[in-house]
């Protein structure tokens, strides 16, 4: 995540709306993992994602927040991880249409 995250932030920084925030998973009412990560309007959804494949696995449910603010909201097997780039994507919109 390290890693992915600087790129991300060398290859974006002149780019417009650039900015970052904290993101942090809660699991209950604890809080979990959080790390700070830049993004733009357009790469927040790809930024969240990351995070959520990066973040502690496994819960019942969780909530992800940016700066305090709820963004994402997560209900999962407990015994389920994504395991490559763009699963989680692919089931939440799964969760969303039923």
Excluded: N
């Excluded at 060398?10 to 942090?24: A, K, S």
């Excluded at 819960?59 to 097997?77: A, L, N, P």
């Amino acid at each position: 995540m390290l890693e992915w995250s600087a790129r991300f932030t060398l290859d974006r920084y002149e780019y417009h709306g650039f900015t970052g925030g904290r993101f942090q998973q809660h699991i209950g009412k604890r809080p979990g993992v959080w790390r700070y990560l830049d993004y733009t309007p357009e790469t927040f959804d790809d930024v969240l994602d990351r995070f959520c494949e990066w973040m502690d696995w496994p819960f019942k449910s969780c909530r992800i927040k940016v700066d305090g603010k709820t963004v994402r909201t997560i209900k999962e097997d407990a015994k389920r991880r994504p395991s490559r780039r763009g699963t989680l994507k692919r089931e939440l919109k799964a969760q969303e249409a039923v």
